[in-house]
């Protein structure tokens, strides 16, 4: 079927049906004409589709549908309606997608906390360089393991989770600049490996690793992620394929918007985590496969139902029906 002899066939029934779905009042009459013509119409870009794939043609009349079928049901989905969609199939499809920019963004945090703490470690000069020393033995013995004790779990574990929210939220806002993120990335490495030289330096390398593994497995894969999508927004704009900067831009600001939303969620049970298992005075076996479910249970919705939801053809974004016809490009 030729798409142009489509069109001159049937273009007088598809003016008629944009008309009557831009009308302010229809009577009875016209809205059972403006169903058959929907029903007409959408026949009539099945067969685009199936005969020549997408077309302007097929763009044109798919606009008019979706007008159409927005004053047919009078509303979008409700509220309601939506929430199983953004937690069953955008988000996780969001978080599959960058997977792998996740793992790269978590061994650039390994590789330079490594680095840090084993080369200040490695130095008394360096080590003494970080302060007094009868502050550093402080921090070591006393300061490092109060932090997690000083408040009360409530207020520490809030405390925790807006702080960690807000510096996800940034990453993804401000990952456009393609900076931002991966300075997230270098300055939580540095301190954590600055921190960890110290305490490597008193002896209390075992005290480290004990209060940063229950709650810090899901927090800092939270930070990955928030990061790698952050920074998957700033290649979209570098290297867009075949599509335009300014569409390339959109389609991942809102798919990777998601990811955001859904770290709140995720940092908020890293939060917990923190607040209420980390100083708690449960053997250190019990809080540490607390942690290690936390990340887990991340890490199955993350790889598990993001990869069903992906290969159903979710990738986080809005579906065509909201966000509008998906603009046509050449490549």
Known sequence: MDADALTAAHQHEWKRLDELSRARTLDGEAVDEMILRYRAASADLAELKTSVG?????????????????????????FFAQIPRFFVDQLPAALYRIRWTTLA??????????????????????????????????????????????????VFAGMVWTNNAWIALQCVLFGITGIFPISVIVQNAV???????????????????????????????????????????????????????????????????????GLVFALALAGLVEGFVTGWSLPWPIKIGIGALALGVFLAYMLVMGRRAYYRGFTGDLTEYEAGTSQLYAG
């Open 191 to 261: 301190g954590v490996g600055t921190a960890a030289a110290i305490m490597i330096a008193h002896g209390r390398a075992d005290v480290l690793v004990l209060h940063l593994l229950p709650h810090g497995m899901l927090e800092l894969t939270c930070i990955f992620v928030a990061a790698a999508a952050g920074f998957r927004i700033f290649w979209a704009w570098v290297a867009p394929g075949g599509r335009p900067r300014s569409t390339a831009l959109a389609e991942e600001g809102r798919a990777l918007a998601t990811v955001a939303i």
């Open 54 to 78: 997408d077309s302007p043609q097929g763009t044109y009349l798919s606009t008019i549908l979706a007008r159409t079928r927005l004053r047919i049901t009078g509303t979008s989905d409700s």
């Open 105 to 154: 963004m978590a061994a650039l945090f390994f590789a330079v906390m490594l680095t840090v703490a084993l080369w200040v470690a490695s130095d008394p000069a360096l080590v003494a360089s970080l302060g007094p020393a009868d502050l550093l033995e402080e921090y070591a013995e006393e300061s490092f393991t109060g932090y997690y004790t000083d408040n009360p779990a409530a």
